[in-house]
């Protein structure tokens, strides 16, 4: 079975449309008290002296003891301050009138009004931006070929086992003389069959290899096989051929063992396996026909349905409900089947253990087939969505910042020119780091004068520098490829253009999959 665009989910996780990105509960999103549209960044020059009645230090931090702090947040803008408890940005100052500055001599509580200086924002409380997820394990690593890597999930060692006791008791009847070896022969075949979807798998990666479409893993699981490739087809000429040659290869494996199988005798160990792999082949092939997603039969009718209408989402709707009429038919009328004796077995033997079996089989097999049909509209939604996610759209407005420039100063500028981000630069404008929002939560706002945004910043790296043209699945692959909270937007002349959260992409994501088609 084929799975393409399983993996286009953007790591960080958080709520939002792209059009109107909500403010988050973190500092640099709040730096504007009215959010504006994404624009260049904000013209001041670094090495420009602080304006008149900045908010510049003139002498040490209060200690502790003045501050009410009482020894716990050292903040001093030297370290990593973003895992910090205390966000409240208040620190123990509120109304004692003790915090002062030992330069200035007047209290940090005093107004605008009494000091003819602008109050410094204030920042929400809130707890810092959640950190990206770590990419999820894909089992037991077998192997790379074509480069691409093979899992076998613990799912699969409970299938072998159910094969391993269910082909030993029809060994049993059938070659008594076994014994308890009929178990390590029943082994042998559970592993041979599943080469075989092995290989059925691979044949989807080469030809989507073929077809210049990324594939991330082959996993081998519970009633078989996954190829996730990354991208959709192109064309649906390409999907159907993408999707088709996993049965057709399966095909060709069946009648190859039935071909091994005529020169070996027909009641010995090697003939029973044969005919079993000859079979299982068979019905592989025959089920992943079945027209209805995520089978691979359902891929097939997709790139139909596409072709014909023009349409990628008309065909994804056609085969998932195809997809979904086959769930319920697969739960109805295998366990039917099954006591009428039209799958070899006879209506006396179809009762008591064999019949709870063969139910449980069927709501196992239709969960997977009525899961993966709305997994695929779910992904097929997103696809139509993903070009509604533009980088120049999500952008943050960000002003430039010289390496000693206080905290306290900084987010003043910033609300003064209406920017939510800040990018620390050089003595040339030259960007060298982003400054951290989950850093600037963690600083309160007594201590911000005296920390400079140099210490609260990650250096940038080249892939976080994001060009503002990128949209859609391009974007999502910058921001895969170097995973980051906060990238560099520029344009293409190399001018910054703001800073690009990955909570907003996250948040426009989510909304986008949630908006109907």
């Known amino acids: 079975m084929v799975e393409s665009g399983g993996s286009r989910r953007p790591r960080p996780d958080n709520e939002q449309s792209a059009e109107h990105p909500a403010t988050p509960a973190s500092p640099a999103t709040d730096l504007a ?10 013209t001041a020059k670094p090495s420009e002296p602080a304006a008149d009645g900045a908010d510049t230090p003139q002498g040490p931090p209060p200690s502790d003891a003045e501050s009410g702090n009482g020894g716990t947040d050292d903040t001093s803008g030297t370290g990593d301050t973003s895992g910090t408890s205390d966000t409240s940005g208040t620190g123990g100052t509120g109304g004692t009138g003790e915090n002062r500055n030992p330069a200035e001599g007047e209290t940090e509580g005093e107004t605008e009004a009494q000091t003819g200086r602008p109050t410094p924002p204030t920042l929400p409380k809130g707890p810092p931006p959640p ?14 070929p074509f480069g691409v890597p093979v899992y076998v999930a613990p ?23 076994l014994g308890a070896a009929r178990y390590l022969v029943s082994l042998f075949f559970a592993v041979a069959f599943y080469a075989s979807v092995l290989i059925h798998e691979l044949a989807h990666t080469v030809a989507a290899l073929r077809f210049k479409l990324p594939v991330r893993r082959i996993q081998l699981q519970f009633f078989g096989g996954v190829s996730e490739i990354e991208k959709e087809a192109e064309t649906p000429g390409r999907e159907f051929w993408l999707a088709f040659v996993g049965p057709l290869l399966s095909l060709v494996l069946s009648g190859l063992f039935y071909l091994a199988m ?7 160990v090697p003939g029973v396996l ?20 995520p089978l691979d039969g359902g891929r097939m009718l997709r790139a139909v349905v596409w072709k014909i209408t023009g349409k990628p989402m008309s065909g994804t709707i056609a085969a998932a409900w195809v997809g979904r009429a086959l769930a319920v038919s697969v739960l109805i009328g295998l366990p039917l089947l099954t006591q009428s004796g039209a799958l070899g077995s006879s209506a006396e033997d179809s009762v008591g253990m064999d019949t709870v079996t063969d139910a449980l089989l069927a709501a196992i097999l239709a969960a997977i087939i009525w899961t993966g049909a709305g997994n695929s509209l779910r992904m097929a939604r997103l696809r139509e969505h993903l070009p509604e996610l533009r980088a120049r759209t999500l952008t943050r407005r960000a ?15 910033a609300n003064d020119a209406g920017a939510r981000a800040l990018v620390v630069v050089d003595a040339h404008g030259e960007p060298l780091s982003l400054v951290r929002e989950a850093a600037i939560v963690g600083v309160p706002e007594h201590r911000r004068p005296w920390v400079a945004v140099s210490g609260l910043a990650q250096d940038l790296t080249d892939g976080m520098r994001v060009s503002a043209e990128l949209a859609g699945e391009d974007l999502l692959d910058v921001l895969r490829a170097t995973p980051a909270t906060e990238y560099l937007v520029v344009e293409e002349t190399g001018e910054i253009f703001g800073v690009l959260s990955a909570a907003d992409v996250e948040r426009a994501f989510v909304k986008a999959m949630a908006r109907p088609s």
């Open 131 to 144: 950190r990206p997820p770590e990419q999820p394990r894909g089992g037991l690593l077998m192997g790379r």
């Open 262 to 268: 005529q020169p070996v005798e027909p009641g010995t």
């Open 274 to 293: 044969l005919a079993g792999l000859m079979i299982s082949n068979l019905i592989v092939a025959i089920f992943n026909l079945l027209p209805g997603l």
């Open 33 to 42: 008290q009215t959010p504006a549209a994404p624009q260049p960044a904000a």
């Open 155 to 177: 799912s699969w060692f409970l299938v072998a086992a159910l094969i391993t006791w269910v082909f030993g008791g029809q060994l049993d009847r059938v070659l008594p003389e």
């Open 399 to 413: 002003v430039p910042v010289e390496t000693n420039t206080p905290l306290s100063e900084a987010l003043r500028r």
